[in-house]
């Protein structure tokens, strides 16, 4: 069974930095993409990028190039997000999410991790 | 950018059909998903490449697609449906997300 765990819950104060991890199971993790999706309180989906295990081929969103880093460690099946300043406009909640995509298109995500909120405030 | 325009609510009585509608230009010429999402959880994948269910996704969850606009149906809608629901498309080399439309069953 597929599986996608994300690490807990965080606290931080703006200009700290972050990493989030995203550990898959049930599956060849290195042959599927994994997005990045954060979903702000009480607000929809939004589409952070992708980064493929395999060979860490990464796809930011334009919104999110240069605010944020995907990496992969493929030899533990953890995908990982993370901030080098964090910003009090960056509280959210953050779902990784295995990606049915090609080196072109990203068609679906069939399988979401249990999501990792980031509360970012002084 | 590229917009999917989803309503921001329908309703619907238990046993009825809802009809949740997406759309966006060319969007005939794109795949397109959907998810359910209940308050506090994960998005669940409940349709994708425009008519196809994921296993384990109950059969009165349907999705079509005419012109430029997408629709997810729910026939004999039940309490357990009420949730948002979000449409996914890939344009650009981008995934985009519309707004959302919550479904209420009152």
């Known amino acids: 069974e597929v599986h996608l765990v994300q690490s807990g819950a965080e606290v931080k104060k703006p200009g700290e930095s972050l990493k989030i991890s995203c550990k898959g199971s049930?599956?060849?993790?290195?042959?599927?993409?994994i997005g990045w999706v954060r979903q702000m309180p009480g607000k929809g989906l939004e589409w952070m990028g992708i980064?493929?295990?395999?060979?860490?081929?990464?796809r930011y969103s334009p919104s999110f190039q240069g605010q944020v880093t995907f990496s992969a460690d493929k030899s533990i099946s953890t995908a990982y997000l993370q901030w080098s300043s964090l910003k009090a406009s960056d509280t959210a909640m953050y779902y990784c999410?295995?990606?049915?995509?090609?080196?072109?298109?990203?068609?679906?995500?069939?399988?979401w991790g249990q999501g990792t909120l980031v509360t970012v405030s002084s | 950018s590229y917009d999917l325009t989803q309503p921001p609510s329908v309703s619907v009585s238990p046993g009825q059909t809802a009809s949740i509608t997406c759309s966006g230009d060319?969007?005939?010429?794109?795949?397109v998903s959907w998810y359910q999402q209940k308050p506090g959880q994960s998005p669940v994948l409940v349709i994708y490449q425009d008519i196809k269910r994921p296993s384990g996704i109950p059969e009165r969850f349907s999705g079509s697609k005419s012109g430029n606009t997408a629709t997810l149906t729910i026939s004999g809608t039940q309490a357990m449906d009420e949730a948002d629901f979000y449409c996914q498309a890939w344009d650009s080399s981008s995934v985009v997300f519309g707004g959302g439309a919550k479904l209420t069953v009152l």
């Open positions: 999410a295995r990606g049915y995509c090609t080196k072109r298109v990203c068609y679906y995500f069939d399988y």
């Open positions: 060319e969007l005939g010429d794109k795949y």
């Open positions: 049930g599956y060849g993790f290195m042959s599927y993409w």
């Open positions: 980064i493929y295990p395999g060979d860490s081929d990464t």
